[in-house]
């Protein structure tokens, strides 16, 4: 059982034991009670939906932390972390006369496009709290993937308020935060629309590569067979039902034809959100933001209404946030260490990546939504 003041991240890593021992939550001895003044303490965090049971884990993490971390995954969690399991019904009665009580915005993505980079950069500003990768939202999608079919385990109104309920608990910030920026996991980049019909208010920064330095820097990484395979049946149906054709069994694709699938399915449905949420989504190639950090910032910034100090968008390259690798802010980083990267990779990687903007343009030649993509 989740016990006040004994949250144990190895029991957290192992996620379905951990829920089933999280029955009881009317032990008497559990002193920790997170429902207590959640809507004014942004450090209550809700880090864990589970819609088999119904239940939300509640996390106690520090300003600090939640600055510092990139995931807002186990890895956040510690020896000691406070948390409890609660009931959404629980959750939804204190939430219920609530509305968000800060500016939410997002930040939607590809992957490997500088989308922790760009939500430390707006931190670096000022007035705002970046939430990076809230696991939830990952939740939301796989529900949102199935609201209409026999497989739902909730029905869509409830999903819908589930949603709008974890915004009202993202929107929370300390007395100097004017707005919150959620940067999603690229996975759930297929969930803007959905989100932002849900919260009218809210604008969006939706980041993008070219495809040949997406396949170029997503072969780069060591732990891109298992992501590309793993998130491989989600984006073929879904690459399926946009493009409008039948596509090649997964388990016939190489990696870089992976890639390739990676970046057709999650830049279509980039293409949708701009044009489905027009004026409200901002579209931003990584290679302009290398380029021109601070032109980009300042228009990031402008877009969600949030004000810097005088000079700090001119002299962002000077900030430290610019010369670390953002998912790991001890490391030094820079465009510079970046090409390199990209120019080992299309050495060692030069026939997949062939293979992958071959794999594009075959796919380009049946379906006219893919072929608009190679010519915008």
Same mark, same amino acid.
């Given at each position: 059982?989740?016990?006040?003041? /004994?949250?144990?991240?190895?029991?957290?890593?192992?996620?379905?034991?951990?829920?089933?021992?999280?029955?009881?939550?009317?032990?008497?001895?559990i002193a920790f009670n997170p429902l207590e003044n959640l809507l004014l303490r942004p450090d209550l965090f809700a880090h864990k939906l589970d819609l088999n049971i119904e239940r939300v884990l509640i996390v106690e993490l520090s300003r600090a932390l939640i600055r510092e971390a990139s995931f807002l995954d186990d890895r956040v969690l510690a020896t000691g972390t406070r948390g409890k399991w609660v009931q959404l019904s629980s959750l939804r009665r204190i939430l219920a006369p609530a509305s968000p009580a800060l500016p939410l915005h997002f930040i939607f993505h590809t992957g490997h496009v500088g989308s922790t980079l760009l939500s430390r950069m707006i931190e670096s500003a000022g007035a705002t709290v970046a939430v990076r990768e809230p696991m939830p939202l990952r939740t939301l999608a796989e529900a949102h993937d199935v609201r209409d079919r026999a497989q739902a385990l909730i029905a869509p109104s409830?999903?819908?308020?589930?949603?709008?309920?974890?915004?009202?608990?993202?929107?929370?910030?300390?007395?100097?935060?004017?707005?919150? &920026? @959620?940067?999603?996991?690229? /996975?759930?980049?297929?969930?803007?629309?959905?989100?932002?019909?849900?919260?009218?208010? /809210?604008?969006? @920064?939706?980041?993008?590569?070219?495809a040949e330095p997406f396949l170029s820097t997503l072969l780069a990484g060591a732990n891109s067979p298992t992501d590309l395979r793993g998130h491989g049946p989600e984006r073929i149906g879904r690459l399926q039902t946009l493009a409008g054709v039948p596509i090649a069994p997964l388990h016939t694709l190489t990696l870089g034809e992976l890639a390739a699938l990676t970046w057709t399915v999650e830049t279509l449905s980039q293409h949708e959100s701009v044009q489905t949420? /027009?004026?409200?989504?901002?579209? &931003?190639?990584?290679?302009?933001?290398?380029?021109?950090?601070?032109?980009?910032?300042?228009?990031?910034?402008?877009?969600?209404? @949030?004000?810097?100090?005088?000079?700090?968008?001119?002299?962002i390259t000077q900030h430290e946030v610019f010369t670390r690798y953002a998912k790991a802010t001890a490391e030094p980083y820079s465009p510079q260490i970046r090409s390199q990267i990209l120019e080992d990779s299309r050495r060692r990687n030069a026939e997949e990546i062939q293979r992958g903007l071959r794999w594009i343009d075959a796919v380009a030649q049946r379906s006219p939504v893919v072929g608009r993509l190679l010519l915008a």
């Open positions: 059982m989740v016990r006040a003041g /004994a949250l144990d991240h190895r029991d957290l890593r192992q996620t379905q034991s951990l829920l089933g021992t999280s029955a009881d939550m009317t032990d008497p001895d409830t999903l819908d308020q589930l949603a709008l309920d974890q915004m009202v608990l993202w929107s929370r910030g300390y007395e100097d935060t004017r707005a919150v &920026i @959620v940067k999603a996991t690229s /996975a759930t980049g297929r969930l803007a629309p959905w989100l932002m019909q849900l919260r009218p208010t /809210a604008k969006a @920064v939706y980041l993008n590569l070219a949420l /027009a004026g409200r989504v901002l579209a &931003i190639d990584f290679e302009k933001l290398l380029m021109s950090p601070a032109e980009c910032l300042r228009a990031v910034l402008e877009h969600f209404d @949030v004000v810097a100090p005088p000079g700090h968008v001119e002299r």
